[in-house]
């Protein structure tokens, strides 16, 4: 009985999987993918409203981010479905273990759910860090990010969580600065196991920042970091290195918008705007 309700279960045919029986019994998948970048930050997208995939494979979630071996990415982004909202966002790094809010791959996710007619131009949708709303149009997604509460602010550099737990720390020489080494040190060295990612920060006007990102999970640098950039806005504001409230960022992958409003000691009404693109789709064997 078991045998033959394991078959009837592994043949059950599914948008997202096709499970296939070779002769010597072996079991593989074939997955449906998509995948998007944010200003860089890119991202192997899965719609996984039936529930289908296997969410504690951390070591499936590494292939399938892996740059030589599997599809690429620096993280793996779960679409599913969510009795109160649109839809939940389930968010892994590169790394294979999921983690906290990730502000580009929330932007993806919001054009995904799009190109699924899973909603139309606005949205909510409920991620690790609790509700957000979003809205798309013409590639751009604004989305509105969680309250900060608390900013740490020290001698040289600032600590905030914007969704994720982010180092902002204004260097000299920007461009030449090597971000991996850098970064990796402040993120094992000062933040511990649990870690921190890190930003890198020049300014370039009133207004304007350029922003290099080592990021936790990844364990390198990124060309753009969604989280990470809200963490730069909010900082240069709090320590007066500007008095506007929308920031404009520019990182190597690309430009971002952030906008915010003061509310007591933190921020509120926190958007983070850009593109985010669809690059291809494939089917992976796993
Ligand atoms: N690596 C981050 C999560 C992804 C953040 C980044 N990709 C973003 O756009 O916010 C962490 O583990 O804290």
Redesign the pocket.
Known sequence: MYICESVRRLLIFNKAFRILIDTSINFTMELNFYKYQ?TG?D?VMIDNRQDIFPKNDTKLVNFLCDRKFGIGA??LILLENDDATDFKMV?Y?ADG?E?????????CLVAFAKFLNVIEDNCSFIAVDGLHTASVADGIVSLAMQNVEKIDVFDTYTFLN?????HVQLVENLMHLDVKENGAKLRYGKYGSK???INFVAQEGDTTFSVR?Y????EDE?L???????AVAIAMYETAKTTSNKITLKTPGGELKVSFEKNGVGYKNIHLVGPATQVFSGIIKV
């Open positions: 944010g930050n991202f620096d993280g968010y790094n273990n983690s906290s809010m990730c502000g580009n791959g929330g932007r914007t969704g994720s737990p982010h870690g921190s990612n990102t990021e936790r999970g990844v990124t753009s970091c969604g989280t990470g950039v809200t």
